[in-house]
């Protein structure tokens, strides 16, 4: 063995830059993921089908996490072939987006949590085509569903392995800004830092978030307050100069002194509350997806 990789093209490549004047024989052997039991539940349901686990599924498999859902690609049908899954699990169906051939399957457990499993065709000619149009690198990997092998052109999972968020290309923030508002709350979730010119990116892009629906930012913004460290995503979003097309009521917080006891300006009172609120529902309730309270945007920005 003289070279590995998560791919069969990562372990080539690596072996043409340790063996250059070689030419290596690649063999290559399936990783066995830990993953939900309902993935081979999609295996069985389709032998025959090219299907692929795609998005942040396939980064939680990565990071050993337990995803809520899972995304799957197909080269077409996928409004049918989620019907077909939702009659062999007797589970719930529903078209998801009609145009764009998305179908969902709900799974109800006992208990009352429900797994969501969506079916797409491809956004593209091909599956590298549809990964190459995601907004982040460490979402833009797939798993074979049959030969259970990883499929990352852009080199996904060595970004998830340094912890980065990198946009899949120079137009990823341009083509829709509210991923401007998903890097940080990735990178809140999961304790990651976001590239420098992804950094820069998405202050670019930050003037083209007054065109996205008030629905998707709302959205976007209501999963940022519930995740882990709310302020310091706040902050971030402020110091991308975001707040002024989000919420312009926020940066006119700042330089509002207040007087004694307080000992911060509005703005400042307005983040360490955020922070407090958090550390007490994390108290409260201790499934609350909180994370550690290290400023997870330190040399972020």
């Known amino acids: 063995i003289i070279a590995q990789g998560g791919t069969a093209e990562q372990a080539l490549r690596a072996a043409q830059t340790?063996?250059?004047?070689?030419?290596?024989?690649?063999?290559?052997?399936?990783?066995?993921?830990?993953?939900?039991?309902?993935?081979?539940?999609?295996?069985?349901?389709?032998?025959?089908?090219?299907?692929?686990?795609?998005?942040?599924?396939?980064?939680?498999?990565?990071?050993?996490?337990?995803?809520?859902?899972?995304?799957?690609a197909v080269p077409s049908n996928g409004v049918s072939l989620a019907r077909r899954l939702a009659n062999a699990l007797d589970a719930d169906f529903m078209v998801l987006d009609d145009e764009r051939d998305t179908g969902?399957?709900?799974?109800?457990?006992?208990?009352?949590?429900?797994?969501?499993?969506?079916?797409?065709?491809?956004?593209?000619?091909?599956?590298?085509?549809?990964?190459?149009?995601?907004?982040?690198t460490i979402n833009?990997?797939?798993?074979?569903?049959?030969?259970?092998?990883?499929?990352?052109?852009?080199?996904?999972a060595s970004d998830v392995r340094a912890k980065i968020i990198r946009a899949c290309s120079s137009s990823s923030l341009v083509d829709d800004p509210v991923r401007i508002l998903r890097a940080v709350r990735q990178a809140a979730a999961l304790g990651f830092k976001i590239h420098i010119e992804t950094r820069n990116a998405m202050k670019e892009a930050a003037h083209l978030l007054p065109k996205i629906s008030p629905e998707r930012l709302r959205d976007e913004l209501f999963k940022i307050l519930a995740g882990p460290k709310p302020d310091s995503s706040i902050r971030a979003l402020e110091m991308l100069g975001v707040l002024?097309?989000?919420?312009?009521?926020?940066?006119a917080l700042k330089n509002v002194t207040q007087p004694e006891p307080h000992i911060y300006d509005v703005w400042e009172h307005?983040?360490?509350?955020?922070?407090?609120?958090?550390?007490?529902l994390s108290a409260?309730?201790?499934?609350?997806?909180?994370?550690?309270?290290?400023d997870l945007f330190t040399g972020l920005l």
């Open 104 to 136: 969902r399957v709900i799974v109800s457990e006992p208990d009352g949590m429900r797994t969501f499993l969506d079916f797409a065709t491809y956004r593209g000619d091909n599956l590298e085509a549809d990964l190459r149009a995601r907004d982040f």
């Open 270 to 280: 307005t983040l360490s509350v955020l922070g407090y609120l958090e550390n007490i």
């Open 284 to 294: 409260l309730a201790p499934g609350y997806n909180a994370d550690n309270t290290n």
């Open 244 to 251: 002024p097309h989000l919420l312009p009521e926020l940066s």
């Open 18 to 72: 340790s063996r250059h004047k070689e030419r290596p024989e690649i063999v290559f052997m399936p990783f066995p993921f830990s993953y939900s039991p309902i993935i081979d539940k999609v295996r069985e349901a389709f032998t025959a089908q090219e299907i692929f686990l795609v998005g942040g599924a396939v980064r939680d498999m990565l990071l050993n996490r337990l995803p809520p859902d899972f995304d799957f």
């Open 140 to 156: 833009a990997i797939a798993f074979d569903l049959q030969g259970q092998t990883l499929i990352d052109p852009l080199n996904g």
